[in-house]
């Protein structure tokens, strides 16, 4: 069974349930489908856009309530009316835009953050943004929203048990040098207690075989990609020992 259900929207996604108030972010990226913008927005409590993201704004689902960056992208192109979202100019050239976002929901006690648009395009800007995950550890929880899968990240000491259709693909990736003691049930390759490093052994397009997935890691933290359909035909490419 997947619990992936659209008519309840991102506040019921089985590897980011809704726990606390939340925030869609749209990031400047490459701009999601409106069926996947409509899924986060449903039953979040906040809705930003970073720069020019989602401009023009009335072309959205559902109206900005915040439009945050320094707007080097959206200069000249600033809307002002009663009727659109509130700005707010953070001229910080230490922070990226999506990051600027981060903070501000952070520091305004919103625990929940979903970035859509934050990955294609530049490899760079989609590292960087994966890399928030980690820098905003303990202030948010995150999770990347891309085109085709969820990305979330699981710290030491923590467990998930994710309901996912049999078949469904998932990755495994150290996010903060080596991540300890990973264990994994449920999987067509599992782990027990392994220890995963950047450039070694490799937990790539995993399939999930028994529902629930299991997962747990002692130490370290890891970066969890997970497909939002199964794949039951297409044979495996994890990476094995």
């Known amino acids: 069974m997947n619990d992936y259900q659209s008519e309840l929207g991102g506040a019921s ?13 749209l990031c400047d990226g490459p701009p999601p489908e409106l069926p ?24 959205l689902p559902r109206m900005p309530d915040l439009v945050i960056g320094d707007f080097d992208s959206l200069s000249g192109r600033i809307i002002d ?18 990051e600027k976002a981060l903070i501000y929901l952070a520091e305004r006690g919103i625990q929940e953050a979903v970035l859509l648009g934050a990955v294609g395009w530049r490899l760079d800007h989609t590292i960087y943004n994966c890399q928030l995950l980690e820098r905003f550890a303990g202030e948010l929880r ?16 923590e467990s998930v048990s994710w309901s996912l259709a049999v078949g469904t693909r998932f990755s495994l990736l150290p996010l903060a040098g080596t991540a300890r003691g990973v264990t994994m049930e ?12 950047t450039g070694a052994f ?8 028994v529902s629930p997935l299991l997962i747990t890691v002692a130490g370290g933290s890891l ?19």
């Open 81 to 98: 009316g009663r009727d659109g979202p509130r700005y707010l100019r953070v001229d910080d050239q230490d922070t990226t835009d999506s």
């Open 142 to 157: 995150v999770c990347i929203a891309g085109p085709f899968a969820d990305t979330v990240r699981i710290g030491a000491g």
């Open 202 to 209: 490799a937990t790539v397009s995993n399939r999930v075989a």
């Open 13 to 25: 996604c089985p590897i980011f349930p809704k726990q606390g108030p939340r925030a869609v972010v």
């Open 186 to 197: 449920g999987a067509e390759f599992p782990l027990l207690g392994d220890t995963l490093e």
């Open 223 to 241: 970066l969890a990609a997970v497909d939002r359909e199964p794949e039951l035909q297409r044979g495996g490419s994890f990476g094995g020992r």
């Open 36 to 59: 996947l913008l409509f899924y986060w927005l449903t039953g979040a409590d906040l809705f930003v856009c970073a720069d020019a993201a989602g401009h023009p704004y009335d072309d």
